[in-house]
């Protein structure tokens, strides 16, 4: 009781002691209801782990079908919303474009206990590509999505068409480098977060320091639980994340995947997780992203590398042209 009342102490903290602006950010329930997606949102009723649970997704149809199919995956810090224009041009050319929020993330349910894994998070979106007679796509994952796409096309190779990695992470084992933290140490620093913390990170680690009107809506999408009671659902399913994340690495598998790869590498991007608590010189040689990016493309059988300079982690967001030309042009090889 007194680690529940010492957390809400935090969480109310962090709420008072922000500025005006963050205050003036419309506080969203935990599945974002409120939240207008740029697609239409369906549900996939799922019973895992003993529990019923709602996946959301957006199925966006062409006007004149091609006959293919694309399944993008987002990354930790986002949801579906994200892929917006991707899908829209996607779409555009006739594909169809499939986009799951993920259990734990934007309008899907957040359990109260769940024990993730990415073969898990793989088997909902197999799931749900079968609930949609979908036998087979192309899967493009950004960064925790590029961990989450590589699982998936190990467990489900006859299901993957094409296999397209946006910088993803975990390119390298980060538990052998850094000490490992428990998920009370990421709840407790997920307790903390503010409007103010989540765009300083992401100006930081994916923006090279600039800021423009086109990232502050997804700082925002994120900081908008925060004043919500029901944060500490969100916040407690974001540290099992982390964990998920830091202990299970696909990087000894690359060698494994059977699909056309490409990997679209940011080369300014620098992520990796839990760095702050690395020492130092362990922290310098941490989230290479132009060497990381050119030994994944020797491990993987069928890779294709576009690396894109001066980009950091997000180059659907902040080159969106250099990202979706090699896109297409791969995806229609």
């Given at each position: 009781m007194r680690?529940q009342?010492?957390f809400?102490v935090?969480?109310?903290?962090?709420?008072f002691?922000s500025?005006?602006?963050?205050?003036?950010?419309?506080?969203?329930d935990?599945?974002?209801?409120?939240?207008?997606?740029?697609f239409p949102?369906h549900y996939?009723?799922?019973?895992?782990?003993?529990?019923?649970?709602?996946?959301?997704?957006?199925?966006?149809?062409?006007?004149?079908?091609?006959g293919?199919?694309?399944?993008?995956?987002?990354?930790?810090?986002?949801c579906?919303?994200?892929?917006?224009?991707?899908a829209?041009?996607?779409s555009?050319n006739?594909?169809?474009?499939?986009?799951?929020?993920?259990?734990?993330?934007?309008?899907?349910s957040k359990?109260?206990?769940f024990?993730?894994?990415f073969?898990?998070l793989a088997?909902?979106?197999?799931?749900?590509l079968?609930?949609?007679?979908?036998?087979k796509?192309?899967?493009?994952g950004?960064s925790?999505?590029g961990?989450?796409?590589?699982r998936?096309a190990?467990?489900y190779p006859?299901v993957t068409?094409?296999l397209?990695?946006?910088?993803?992470i975990?390119?390298?084992?980060w538990?052998?480098?850094?000490?490992?933290q428990?998920?009370?140490t990421?709840y407790k620093?997920?307790?903390?977060?503010?409007y103010?913390?989540i765009k300083q990170?992401?100006?930081?680690?994916?923006?090279?320091?600039?800021?423009?009107?086109?990232y502050?809506?997804?700082?925002q999408l994120?900081?908008?639980?925060?004043s919500?009671?029901?944060?500490?659902?969100?916040?407690?399913?974001?540290?099992?994340?982390?964990?998920?994340?830091?202990?299970?690495p696909?990087?000894?598998?690359f060698?494994?995947i059977?699909a056309?790869?490409?990997?679209i590498i940011g080369q300014?991007?620098?992520?990796?997780l839990?760095k702050?608590?690395?020492?130092?010189e362990?922290r310098?040689?941490?989230g290479?992203?132009p060497?990381l990016g050119?030994?994944?493309a020797?491990?993987i059988?069928?890779a294709t590398?576009?690396p894109?300079?001066?980009?950091?982690?997000?180059p659907?967001?902040?080159?969106?042209?250099?990202?979706?030309?090699?896109?297409?042009?791969?995806?229609?090889?």
């Amino acid at each position: 009781m007194r680690l529940q009342l010492y957390f809400v102490v935090v969480v109310l903290a962090g709420i008072f002691t922000s500025t005006s602006y963050a205050q003036q950010i419309p506080a969203q329930d935990i599945t974002l209801s409120q939240y207008k997606y740029p697609f239409p949102v369906h549900y996939l009723q799922l019973h895992i782990q003993g529990q019923p649970l709602k996946m959301a997704y957006m199925d966006v149809q062409p006007t004149k079908p091609n006959g293919k199919i694309v399944v993008l995956l987002h990354g930790k810090n986002f949801c579906g919303a994200y892929w917006d224009s991707t899908a829209a041009d996607l779409s555009n050319n006739g594909y169809r474009v499939i986009i799951p929020d993920q259990i734990g993330f934007g309008k899907s349910s957040k359990p109260a206990s769940f024990q993730y894994s990415f073969q898990q998070l793989a088997q909902n979106t197999k799931a749900l590509l079968d609930t949609l007679q979908i036998s087979k796509a192309a899967i493009l994952g950004h960064s925790m999505g590029g961990m989450l796409a590589a699982r998936f096309a190990l467990l489900y190779p006859q299901v993957t068409e094409k296999l397209i990695l946006e910088n993803p992470i975990g390119l390298e084992d980060w538990k052998v480098k850094m000490p490992y933290q428990s998920i009370d140490t990421w709840y407790k620093a997920e307790l903390q977060q503010s409007y103010e913390k989540i765009k300083q990170y992401m100006m930081d680690n994916y923006y090279a320091g600039k800021w423009s009107v086109a990232y502050d809506k997804w700082a925002q999408l994120q900081a908008s639980w925060i004043s919500n009671p029901d944060y500490l659902r969100v916040a407690w399913n974001s540290a099992l994340t982390y964990d998920m994340i830091f202990t299970q690495p696909v990087i000894y598998e690359f060698s494994n995947i059977q699909a056309p790869t490409l990997l679209i590498i940011g080369q300014r991007d620098r992520t990796a997780l839990g760095k702050a608590s690395a020492p130092e010189e362990v922290r310098k040689t941490l989230g290479n992203y132009p060497e990381l990016g050119k030994k994944a493309a020797e491990k993987i059988p069928h890779a294709t590398l576009v690396p894109i300079e001066g980009v950091g982690h997000l180059p659907h967001i902040e080159v969106y042209t250099k990202f979706i030309t090699p896109l297409l042009k791969f995806l229609q090889e």
